[in-house]
């Protein structure tokens, strides 16, 4: 008979957030333009998608592009935008056939109309899915997002549809992109780097962190299993304590 451990190492984390990190070092480590890097970077989403789906993931969300990518060079966005009009094209079909929906979390008004329509098309098809929702986070910047919910409350406050004493936790969490998406219970970032950047600041609280070293163009499923293996040795407390901790 298993025991309880080995019953939660066979469960997934309910909501997978992947900080996709490492495309424009693995295209400079072979001598090729960034642009290369993206390219096998949509690879990996595919299979990372399909993976999580066949963990038993609910919810994956990717951060593909922040609200600072807008910073870098014209030529980049405009290609990362070409590659974002291919993925909604070529993509979304596979997604609705295999039960996931879509959805698009972000400052849609920095996307042009062409890809708005696209994302609204995907959205639509897909919104009836439930074999997994697949979050991307698109032009999206956490602290704007936060700092757009406190609008949203003061205009309800002056308007007096909102009394200042019914702000709390679940008011503010309720004008954020993700209302209605579970908070992440695991945040794996890829390329090394330790930090996360502006990425689900509010619902990453009680996440666990995973780091790993693996360039976003080569990770695989088996990265996937190992970060959730990592995730299932932690003790989650949500702040709390037990016995002999502190």
């Known amino acids: 008979m298993r025991d309880a451990d080995d019953n939660r190492s ?32 949509v690879d990996a989403v595919r299979r990372t998608v399909e993976a999580a789906r066949e963990l038993g ?10 609200s600072e990518n807008w910073r870098r060079p014209e030529e980049e966005i405009s290609d990362l935008m070409g590659l974002l009009r291919f993925y909604l094209r070529s993509e979304v079909a596979e997604l609705h056939k295999a039960g996931i929906r879509l959805r698009v979390i972000g400052d849609r008004t920095r996307l042009s109309e062409d890809i708005n329509r696209l994302i609204a098309n ?29 609008r949203r409350l003061a205009e309800e406050v002056a308007a007096g549809r909102l009394s200042p004493d019914a702000i709390d936790e679940r008011a503010l969490s309720a004008r954020l992109y993700t209302a ?6 695991l945040i794996i970032r890829t390329s090394g780097e330790k930090r996360i950047s502006n990425f689900l600041l509010w619902q990453a609280a009680y996440a666990e962190l995973v780091f790993v070293d693996t360039l976003w163009p080569d990770f695989t499923k088996r990265d996937l299993e190992a970060a959730i293996e ?5 003790e989650r407390r949500f702040g709390a304590t037990t016995a002999g901790s502190r």
Do not use: C
């Not at 066979?10 to 390219?39: C, E, F, Q, S, Y």
């Not at 209605?180 to 219970?185: A, G, K, L, V």
């Not at 990592?230 to 932690?234: L, P, V």
């Open 10 to 41: 066979n469960t997934a984390p309910a909501h997978v957030a992947i900080i996709m990190d490492g495309n424009g070092r693995w295209a400079k480590a072979r001598g090729l333009p960034r642009t290369a890097g993206h390219k096998k970077g």
């Open 57 to 66: 993931i609910g919810t994956l969300t990717i951060f593909s592009f922040s």
């Open 122 to 150: 995907a959205e639509e098809l897909t919104r009836g899915n439930r074999v997994m929702t697949l979050v991307v986070a698109l032009s999206y910047g956490s602290r704007l997002e936060i700092v757009q919910a406190a």
């Open 180 to 185: 209605d998406i579970p908070d992440p219970d």
């Open 230 to 234: 990592e995730f299932h040795r932690r």
